[in-house]
C-alpha cells in the first residue's frame, strides 16, 4: 500500500534517493542559517533584543544543515547537486516571499517592517517545516540510523514555530496587527503554490532514480494536486493563525548541541 511511510522508507533505502533527499534538505536548511545571520546582524537598533533569538533561529538551521551532511556521511555517501526546481528556499526568494538577499547582502539596517516581513515569512515556513518532521518523527523517531536526527529537528522547528508565534503577537499588540495579517496571507497563497511545484519536481527526480511506474508516479502526483486544492480552498488558514505558543521564550538559550554522529 502506498503510504507516507513506505514512500519515505522507499527513498531511505536507496543510497541515490537518499543523497539527493539529505542534500535538498541540507541545502535549504544552511540558506536559512545564512539569511538568519544576516538579519540578525542588520536588526534595527529599536528591535536589538531580538537579534540573539533570530542568531538562534539561525544556528538551528546551520545546525540542520550538518545533520543531513552527517546522515550522508554516515553511509558514505557525498552530496549531490541541487536541481534548481527542487529548491524550496531559493524560489522562495525568487518569488518575492520574505527578504531578498540583495537587501541582505547590503550593510544597512533593516526597518521594523523588514522584521515584520521576515517573521511572517517565518510563521508560514515553519509551519510547513513543524508539519514535515512531526510525520517523520512519527513514523522513524526509532529508527537506528536516523531517528535521533529526526527527533532533534522535529523539536527545533517545533520551537522555531512557537517563536514566530511569539514574536508576531508581540508586533500586533504594538499596531502592526493589518500589516502581519495581511503579509501572512500573501506568504501563505505563495507558499502552498511554490510547495506543490516544489513537490511534484522532487517526486518526478524520485521516480526516474526509483524507476517508478508512470501509474505509481500518476498518484503520487494526483495526491499533491490535491494536498494543494484543500490548501488553496482553505487550508492555508493554518499557516496564517497567532495563538500564544505552549512554549514561551523558546529560542531564548543557546542552540541545542546535535546528535552525536554529526
Known amino acids: 500500500m502506498l503510504s507516507a511511510k513506505s514512500l519515505f522508507q522507499e527513498i531511505l533505502d536507496n543510497d541515490e534517493s537518499?543523497?539527493?533527499?539529505?542534500?535538498?534538505?541540507?541545502?535549504?536548511?544552511?540558506?536559512?542559517?545564512?539569511e538568519n545571520a544576516r538579519i540578525a546582524a542588520?536588526?534595527?537598533?529599536?528591535?536589538?533584543?531580538?537579534?540573539?533569538k533570530i542568531s538562534r533561529h539561525g544556528a538551528d538551521e546551520d545546525k540542520h544543515g550538518r545533520i543531513f551532511n552527517a546522515l550522508m556521511k554516515k553511509r558514505g555517501l557525498d552530496p549531490?547537486?541541487?536541481?534548481?526546481?527542487?529548491?524550496?528556499?531559493?524560489?522562495?526568494?525568487?518569488?518575492?516571499?520574505?527578504?531578498?538577499?540583495?537587501?541582505?547582502?547590503?550593510?544597512?539596517?533593516?526597518a521594523v517592517?523588514?522584521?515584520?516581513?521576515y517573521l511572517s515569512h517565518s510563521r508560514v515556513t515553519e509551519q510547513r517545516a513543524s508539519?514535515?518532521?512531526?510525520?517523520?518523527?512519527?513514523?522513524?523517531?526509532?529508527?537506528?540510523?536516523?531517528?535521533?536526527a529526526v527527533k532533534q529537528i522535529s523539536h527545533d522547528e517545533d520551537n522555531h514555530l512557537a517563536y514566530c508565534h511569539e514574536e508576531l503577537l508581540r508586533f500586533a499588540y504594538a499596531g502592526h496587527g493589518r500589516v502581519i495579517q495581511r503579509t501572512l496571507r500573501e506568504c501563505a497563497l505563495a507558499e502552498i503554490r511554490i510547495y506543490r511545484d516544489v513537490s511534484l519536481a522532487v517526486m518526478a527526480h524520485m521516480g526516474r532514480i526509483l524507476?517508478?511506474?508512470?501509474?505509481?508516479?500518476?498518484?503520487?502526483?494526483?495526491?499533491?494536486?490535491?494536498?494543494y486544492a484543500y490548501e488553496r480552498l482553505g487550508g492555508w488558514r493554518r499557516m496564517v493563525s497567532l495563538t500564544q505558543p505552549e512554549r514561551r521564550d523558546a529560542l531564548g538559550g543557546p542552540a541545542t548541541p546535535e546528535p552525536e554522529f554529526a
Open 42 to 52: 542588520l536588526v534595527p537598533e529599536a528591535e536589538r533584543e531580538l537579534a540573539p
Open 211 to 227: 524507476g517508478w511506474s508512470k501509474a505509481k508516479s500518476a498518484v503520487l502526483a494526483a495526491g499533491i494536486h490535491a494536498m
Open 131 to 148: 508539519e514535515q518532521m512531526d510525520l517523520l518523527r512519527k513514523h522513524f523517531a526509532d529508527h537506528p540510523h536516523i531517528g535521533r
Open 80 to 110: 549531490v547537486r541541487v536541481p534548481p526546481e527542487t529548491d524550496y528556499t531559493m524560489l522562495l526568494e525568487k518569488n518575492g516571499i520574505g527578504l531578498a538577499h540583495e537587501q541582505l547582502k547590503r550593510d544597512e539596517r533593516l
Open 18 to 34: 537518499f543523497a539527493l533527499f539529505c542534500s535538498i534538505a541540507a541545502s535549504g536548511e544552511s540558506q536559512g542559517g545564512w
Open 113 to 117: 517592517q523588514d522584521i515584520v516581513t
